[in-house]
């Protein structure tokens, strides 16, 4: 169901953003659902999670409901935001992000990480980045710290095999993203298949909490349907033949679809009702969402600053004359 409906929810972003509805940036998992649902089933709410651009699937998975994270694409007052982070920028309790810089959330991950270490917590924290991600060099200096330091950090990696616009052959020398921690262990992970996320995702968690073994990298092998943001038509560095072959072939909502018919866990009734009941309320909350308040002007420049922090002068809030010579 939760897969159902993270497609749905991505489906209708789609909608709104070719509509105008949706302004700036807008990044979709479509065909990544089964890494989000996977690792949601093996943590629990102790553990920490953050992530890139590609985020709604995330936020809607670690209690974010459908209301605020479809308000928020919208720019509306009820975002999950206050209508101020759009696509990129969504939390929770529970999840850092949706964050725009390329791979800055990775080091971000680790002193999430290294606050749960110094506080004793029995909890990891699960660092997510894309192949395209994976050069960067803050990735690398993060997982040195993380190894120094044995901190519970899980890196994990979307292969989703395109960067923006580039095929992960032609901006990597080595693909093999599992092997790139080199002093942290590294998994390859089927993340087309929601069953064998949870199983490497259970393990992460228990490695990472397990004294003195410290972080772990795993590589989820996946793929986006989708281009690079909604921009971005996504065939013109691959084939609508390519798509459609993984869309019909290994496609995660299907395949655990027929798994489940075949064990008779559900029938096929049952599945057509859950997909109906998920677009249902989609389609009924995305309505509601585009009915509601726009956020006044006056929370432009609020949030600046933790509260009880503010600063009376706010730069570029107000005009301010500048002279650039000498006397």
Sequence with gaps: MAMVTIRRIETAADTLYKSQLIRGFCHLSTGQEAVGVGLETALTQ???VITAYRSHGFTYLRKGSILPIVAELLGRKI????G???SMHMFTPNFFGGNGIVGAQVPLGAGIAFAQKYLGMKAATFVFYGDGAANQGQVFEAFNMAKLWELPAVFVCENNQYGMGTSAARSSANTDYYKRGDYIPGIKVNGMDVLAVHQAIAYAREWALTEHKGPLLLEMETYRYRGHSVSDPGV????REEIQ???SENDPITH????LLEAQILS?????DMEKAAKAEVDKTVKEAEESEQPDMKTFWTDVYVKGTEVPFLRGREPQETHFYRK
Aim: no cysteine; hydrophobic share 20%.
């Design 46 to 48: 102790e553990d920490k």
């Design 245 to 247: 072959k993984v869309r």
């Design 79 to 82: 975002g999950i935001s206050g």
């Design 84 to 86: 101020k982070g759009g």
């Design 268 to 272: 096929e009734a049952e599945l057509k």
């Design 236 to 239: 013109s560095y691959r084939s």
């Design 256 to 259: 655990l679809r027929e798994r």
